[in-house]
């Protein structure tokens, strides 16, 4: 595999890749090519623990959350999904959900967990950060009524739903 030595970490204060920058910045040309010469950038975590899908989603960027998708099969980014953050045990549809991410998006990224080839994609939908709140919980204690009703409605997942 190419090595490209500016594909390496970068010095800042949160231990961001360059995919991490690109993410941030909006530079899709970028944040599509870096994929293809080092597929491990897509999970790696900051310091934070967010990986560049993590930064995506909360950027309520569709595009660019499309882009991580496609960008690299190989990449493993349904994976990505399951990440939980270091900060608060947070995977990628609770950080959707609390940044208010578009409904397109959050559509995209637990469609995405449904199809992945993932041992049991409910286990994930179910999981709960550090403070015990599935992804469900979440939205309805954010007053997000779209993503609620689509939890409920989606036919690809199979939701624990339990009096807290």
């Known amino acids: 595999m190419f090595k490209d030595p500016r594909l390496d970490e970068l010095s800042t204060g949160f231990r961001r ?3 991490h920058i690109a993410v941030i910045s909006g530079d ?33 960027s569709l ?8 960008a690299e099969p190989n990449a ?21 959900v ?4 578009c409904i397109e998006a959050f559509e995209l990224l637990v469609d995405k967990l449904a ?13 709960k950060d550090y403070n015990g709140k599935t992804v469900l919980q979440l939205a309805a204690e954010t007053g997000n009524t779209e993503m609620v009703q689509y939890l409920l409605e989606s036919t690809n997942l199979k939701l624990e739903i339990t009096d807290a």
């Open 28 to 60: 899709k040309r970028l944040a599509k090519d870096i994929p293809s010469l080092r597929p491990d950038l897509a999970l790696e975590k900051d310091r934070r623990g967010w990986t560049p899908l993590h930064l995506a989603s909360a950027r309520a």
């Open 76 to 96: 493993s980014l349904p994976e990505a999904i399951c990440l939980k953050n270091n900060q608060n045990g947070e995977s990628i549809l609770h950080f959707s």
């Open 115 to 127: 199809l992945a080839r993932i041992s049991d994609p409910d286990i994930i939908i179910n999981s």
């Open 17 to 19: 890749t360059p995919l």
């Open 63 to 70: 595009k660019m959350v499309k882009l991580l998708l496609k």
């Open 98 to 101: 609390k940044s208010k991410s």
